[in-house]
């Protein structure tokens, strides 16, 4: 797939306004879980994951529910919960030895099993723990979703993801739920109620590629990196660019065709990066 596919035209889309170790080691992982959860800005703005923001992103606001035509969401919102694992420091790659193995052929191995408090993530960590041999990241995209010839790891698929990240949305305040009728069937949709929330999500993303924009992705936070990668993968980065100018649209998405045109392999080896993070970027655009 070409990187950059996606990002060539732009669409007109009508808007609506408006996740036995000793002491040390758990010190040290309460810190990082800590970390991660605040967001730069507000502290008594609403945390979402990394799932929970690319769900909001491709959510239609009124209508409660994703576009029909869209078939990446699924794997990208598995691509997610991989990435927040590794944020998370629940898993990693394994080491890439002498010969330097490349990021799509080295195994995802379990770090630490702790549970992280979201059921989604917990599944998947469980899933992990269970599997032995360790398989590569591009695997677990494909098991988690249900995407897979063997019929041995259709056990590992995870179901409802959308509607359980809904409603976790909705148990925040941002989304609600009613029942709407498509002719043939009824389907539970799941609206926007919280404007400022998905608002301020938009004007994050759109802030990091133009007034915030540093050129060297090992700056730029890593949670926003794997937001734009994800959003890009799940096709829903469009939505975030669509209300801005023309002149602010193609500057955007002129830096975004950059993150997307590095050589992951190369980021991955740099210090203080997540390699998990460029492996699952490496997924997705193979």
Request: aromatic share 6%; net charge negative.
């Amino acid at each position: 797939m070409n990187r950059s596919e996606g990002l060539v035209q732009r669409r007109n889309i009508i808007r609506d306004a408006g996740d036995g170790v000793n002491k040390e080691s758990q010190n040290n992982e309460k810190k990082q879980d800590h970390d991660e959860d605040i967001d730069e800005g507000d502290s008594k703005e609403t945390r979402l994951t990394l799932m929970e923001e690319v769900l909001l992103l491709g959510l239609k606001d009124k209508e409660g529910y994703t576009s029909f035509w869209n078939d990446c969401i699924s794997s990208g919102l598995r691509g997610c919960i991989l990435i927040e694992l590794g944020l998370r420091g629940r898993v990693e790659l394994e080491k890439a030895g002498m010969r330097r193995k490349a990021l799509l052929t080295r195994k995802l191995i379990l770090k630490n099993d702790t549970p992280t408090g979201d059921v989604l993530l917990d599944e998947a960590l469980k899933h992990l723990k269970e599997t032995d041999p360790p398989e590569t990241v591009q695997s677990w995209i494909e098991y988690l979703s249900g995407e897979t010839w063997n019929p041995l790891k259709l056990r590992y698929q995870l179901k409802n993801v959308r509607e359980r990240l809904a409603k976790n949305l909705v148990e925040k305040g941002v989304l609600t739920t009613e029942k709407q009728n498509f002719l043939l069937f009824d389907m539970t949709t799941h609206p926007l109620t919280d404007n400022v929330t998905k608002s301020r999500l938009i004007k994050k993303i759109q802030d990091a590629v133009l007034t915030k924009w540093v050129n060297d992705p090992q700056r730029i936070d890593k949670r926003m990196l794997a937001l734009i990668f994800l959003a890009h993968a799940s096709d829903v980065l469009e939505n975030a660019f669509a209300p801005l100018n023309d002149d602010d649209y193609e500057l955007a998405i002129k830096r975004v065709r950059e993150l997307l045109d590095l050589d992951f392999e190369q980021e991955s080896v740099k210090p203080n990066t997540s390699e998990v993070l460029w492996a699952v970027f490496a997924a997705f655009t193979k």
